[in-house]
């Protein structure tokens, strides 16, 4: 069995992308304490992944997805990213490619909720919704919630609601990305984080939409 520490090492990743990875059932893992762990056979089944850009260059890069301006960029930087952009929109397949880059955006949380409380944490006003809880996703998400919600407060809303942590991906119908994000004036999330959540889910109905709303912007 290997830590995530060793897989992430072993398939030349980061950690964080690693508990996507395991998050989005991509990777099997198992819960042993506090940590998971990871059997040797899963490296043959992962291939190399696009190494992710930096947590800056990927907010950066969220923001040139969302028709936005990034801030404090050189023009090098900017530049290269805008390789990226052209590069998504000729991608047959963008949403891989996508996941692979912004995988260190922010920390994600993937945890249980009561059924009976979904609506009510959908609507809470310290959420962005995004992912396949947003409505440019066009997905069904009524058992399901996805936003992000700032670090400062993601205890009191995790002990307000009773979330607990899911002990495997499949169980999980609330996936919190700790990061704080300004909604734009409808209160939605930037496109570009609803395009790199979509991404991550890596099901057929999420990598169309993602090819969808990239064509459409």
């Keep these: 069995m290997l830590s995530v520490k060793e897989y992430a090492a072993r398939q030349d990743i980061s950690v964080g992308r690693v508990h996507q990875l395991i998050r989005e059932g991509k990777v099997p893992a198992e819960k042993v304490g506090s940590s998971w762990v990871i059997d040797e056979s899963a490296l043959s089944r992962q291939p190399p992944l696009s190494r992710p850009l930096s947590q800056a260059n990927a907010w950066s890069f969220i923001a040139l997805l969302s028709g936005l301006e990034p801030e404090h960029l050189d023009p090098t930087a900017h530049w290269r990213l805008a390789l990226k952009n052209a590069a998504l929109a000729k991608s047959r397949t963008p949403a891989p490619l996508l996941s692979s880059w912004l995988c260190r955006r922010a920390p994600v949380l993937a945890l249980q909720a009561n059924a009976n409380d ?66 734009d004036a409808d209160g939605r999330a930037p496109l570009g984080l609803v395009l790199a959540d979509l991404a991550d889910h890596a099901g057929p109905r999420e990598s169309a939409r993602v090819k969808e709303l990239l064509s459409s912007r």
């Excluded at 979904?118 to 399901?144: F, K, M, N, P, Y």
């Excluded at 205890?155 to 996936?175: M, T, Y």
């Design 118 to 183: 979904l609506a009510d944490l959908r609507s809470d006003e310290r959420v962005v919704l995004s992912g396949i809880s947003d409505d440019r996703a066009g997905l069904s998400s009524e058992h399901e919630v996805e936003a992000y919600v700032d670090p400062e407060v993601s205890k009191d809303l995790i002990r307000e609601f009773l979330l607990i942590e899911a002990k495997h991906a499949k169980n999980a119908n609330v996936w919190l990305h700790l990061a704080r994000v300004d909604a």
